[in-house]
C-alpha cells in the first residue's frame, strides 16, 4: 500500500493573516524564559541564567500551522511550553483569542485548558500504562465536565478513535498493547476530545518510522481542515515541516532568525543559519545532492547560560564582523512578510 502524503499549498489567507489582531488565535512578543542558576549552602544567591527562551515574538492565524524549527537546545519545546503556560515565563506576553495568559493564575487558566492542547513528541512516554485507551482518551472529558453522562461520553470517545483512524472496539486496550503509531493517534485524540482551537505539535513524528510519519501528517492536516485548528509544529526535519507548514520560523539559541512563508522560506532561505540548515537535509536525486554546496557550521552552539554579545549566531557564522559582537539584530521585514534578524543580508 503506497502512503499517500498531503503537500501544502500556500494559502492567501487575506482578512485571516496573522498580523490581523482581530483574527489572530496567538499572539506572542517578546517571551523569555530564563532559569535562574543558583548557588551557595546556607543562603541561596542567584549567579546567572540559562536563557532557553530569549524575546520570541509571533503570531499565529486561525487554521493556520506555524512551523518552529531548529537545533536541539534552541528552546522550541520551551517556547511551546510557556505558551500553554505548563512553564511560566520570566516576561513577554502571550495572548489566546485577546487573553493575557501570563497574567492570569492557574486556576483561571483551567478553562482555556481544553481549547489549547499539546501532542507530546514521545507516543511511549506520554500514555499512562495503567489506563486503557479509552479512559484516556475521555479523560479530558470528565475533567472539563463535556461529553455529557456517563454513556454518551463513552460514545464520543469511540468518535474521536475512529476519526483518527482507530478501531473503536479497542479502546479497553492499554498502551503497551499499541504500535507507536496507535500511540500517538490515541495522543491526539486525546488532544482533540476537548475540541481545541490550537495545539502544540512538539516533534509529534520524530520517533516514528518513516512511513507512519506520513500517515501521521496527513491525519494533522485533515484534522485541521475539519475542525480549523491552529497548530505551532515544532520539529528539527526541515523536510516534514515544509509539507506541513504555512509560514516557518528557524530558532537558535532562544531566538528567531527567520520568519516566511514555507514556499518563500525554502525557495529563498536570507539568514546565513537557515541557509546551513537547509544544505543539510538531503535531496532525493543524487546528481543533485553530489552537486550542491554544503555549508558546514564550525564550533558547537553556545551555552544558553552566556549566549554571545550581539547577534547570538555570530560565533558560527560565516559572514560576521566585529559589528556583529555589538548590535542586537532584530527581525526586520525584508517584504512579503519575510522577516529576517540579521544586519549583514
Do not use: W
Request: glycine letters at 8%; aromatic letters at 6%.
Amino acid at each position: 500500500m503506497t502512503t499517500r502524503f498531503v503537500e501544502r499549498n500556500s494559502v492567501d489567507r487575506g482578512g485571516t493573516s496573522a498580523d490581523s489582531e482581530t483574527n489572530t488565535t496567538l499572539s506572542v512578543h517578546d517571551l523569555k524564559v530564563h532559569f535562574p542558576i543558583s548557588s551557595g549552602f546556607l543562603i541561596r544567591r542567584q549567579t546567572g541564567a540559562v536563557k532557553a527562551v530569549d524575546g520570541v515574538s509571533f503570531d499565529v492565524a486561525p487554521g493556520e500551522t506555524l512551523g518552529l524549527v531548529g537545533e536541539s537546545g534552541s528552546g522550541k519545546t520551551t517556547t511551546g511550553r510557556a505558551i500553554l503556560q505548563l512553564q511560566r515565563p520570566t516576561s513577554g506576553s502571550v495572548q489566546f483569542r485577546g487573553v493575557e495568559l501570563t497574567a492570569v493564575s492557574a486556576k483561571q487558566m483551567r478553562p482555556f485548558r481544553s481549547e489549547m492542547q499539546i501532542i507530546f513528541q514521545d507516543p511511549y512516554g506520554s500514555l499512562n500504562p495503567r489506563m486503557s485507551a479509552g479512559r484516556i482518551v475521555g479523560e479530558p472529558l470528565t475533567v472539563h465536565g463535556l461529553g455529557g453522562d456517563k454513556n454518551q461520553r463513552r460514545d464520543r470517545v469511540a468518535e474521536l478513535l475512529e476519526r483518527v483512524g482507530m478501531n473503536p472496539a479497542m479502546m479497553g486496550r492499554y498502551p503497551h498493547e499499541f504500535s507507536g503509531g496507535q500511540r500517538q493517534r490515541i495522543g491526539i485524540a486525546r488532544a482533540l476530545a476537548g475540541e481545541p482551537s490550537f495545539i502544540v505539535c512538539d516533534e509529534p513524528v520524530s520517533a516514528l518510522d518513516v512511513s507512519i510519519q506520513a500517515q501521521i501528517l496527513n491525519l494533522l492536516t485533515d484534522l485541521q481542515s475539519e475542525f480549523n485548528i491552529s497548530y505551532l509544529f515544532i520539529a528539527h526535519d526541515l523536510s516534514v515541516v515544509r509539507h506541513i507548514s504555512d509560514r516557518v520560523a528557524v530558532m537558535y539559541l532562544g531566538k528567531i532568525m527567520e520568519l516566511a512563508s514555507s514556499e518563500d522560506l525554502y525557495e529563498n532561505p536570507t539568514h546565513p543559519y537557515t541557509r546551513a540548515l537547509m544544505s543539510a537535509v538531503p535531496i532525493p536525486d543524487p546528481i543533485l545532492e553530489r552537486r550542491r554546496e554544503r555549508i558546514v557550521l564550525a564550533g558547537d552552539i553556545p551555552s544558553p547560560i552566556n549566549p554571545p554579545s550581539g547577534c547570538v549566531f555570530r560565533t558560527r557564522c560565516p559572514i560576521a564582523t566585529e559589528e556583529c559582537a555589538e548590535v542586537v539584530p532584530e527581525l526586520i521585514d525584508r517584504g512579503n512578510r519575510h522577516q529576517v534578524a540579521c544586519i549583514k543580508v
